[in-house]
């Protein structure tokens, strides 16, 4: 295998885990989320907030619980090879705001992922979830809105 390429198994397992951990996002489920990533594992957040290994699911426990949370969905952009035994996903999101049936395009980000294959299968070492606001370019908001609204539709997930 070249440095970039995966194997299709490997892509999948990638794929499988981020759907995995926007479901767990979607289902409210603040320590199956955190449980998708290693021990030392690193979430940052849409506003800038870092958490680390157990943080993580204690960080989301509360706005589970206090807040009506958007739901994700997600078109991958790319999965491939960083080592032997880690890969990089890259994805932009949407969320649909309960009760809606339409994304909220000041809440698009773009998903990075960073997994590493360990004993018990793949593990999230990081997730960085940065704004696609497109500042001043409002026709490329639109564009990832309208990339999106077709899963919304469909009831995919992950695309």
Same mark, same amino acid.
């Given at each position: ?6 194997? +299709? ?6 794929? +499988?885990?981020?759907?995995? @951990?926007?479901?767990?996002?979607? +289902? $409210? ?5 955190? =449980? ?9 957040g849409f506003d800038g907030s ?10 989301? /426990?509360?706005?589970?619980a206090d807040h009506p949370t ?9 999965? $491939?090879?960083?080592?032997? &035994? =880690? ?12 009760? =809606?049936?339409? @994304? /909220?395009? &000041? ?15 793949? $593990? ?6 940065t704004p696609a606001q497109h500042?001043?370019?409002?026709? %490329?908001?639109? $564009? ?6 077709? %899963?919304?539709?469909?009831?995919? %997930?992950?695309?």
């Amino acid at each position: 295998m070249n440095a970039g390429q995966l194997d +299709d198994g490997t892509v999948e397992a990638v794929r +499988d885990l981020y759907a995995q @951990l926007l479901n767990a996002w979607n +289902d $409210r489920d603040a320590d199956r989320f955190g =449980a998708l990533f290693v021990n030392d594992g690193e979430s940052v957040g849409f506003d800038g907030s870092q958490r680390r290994g157990l943080q993580i699911a204690e960080h989301l /426990k509360p706005i589970f619980a206090d807040h009506p949370t958007a739901a994700y969905v997600a078109k991958v952009r790319e999965v $491939r090879a960083v080592g032997p &035994d =880690a890969a990089l996903l890259r994805a932009i999101v949407g969320m649909v705001p309960p009760g =809606a049936d339409e @994304l /909220k395009p &000041d809440v698009n980000a773009v998903q990075t992922l960073l997994a590493e294959r360990t004993a018990s299968g793949w $593990r999230i070492v990081l997730l960085q979830n940065t704004p696609a606001q497109h500042h001043g370019r409002p026709e %490329l908001v639109e $564009r990832h809105t309208a990339e999106l609204a077709p %899963l919304v539709r469909s009831g995919i %997930l992950v695309a």
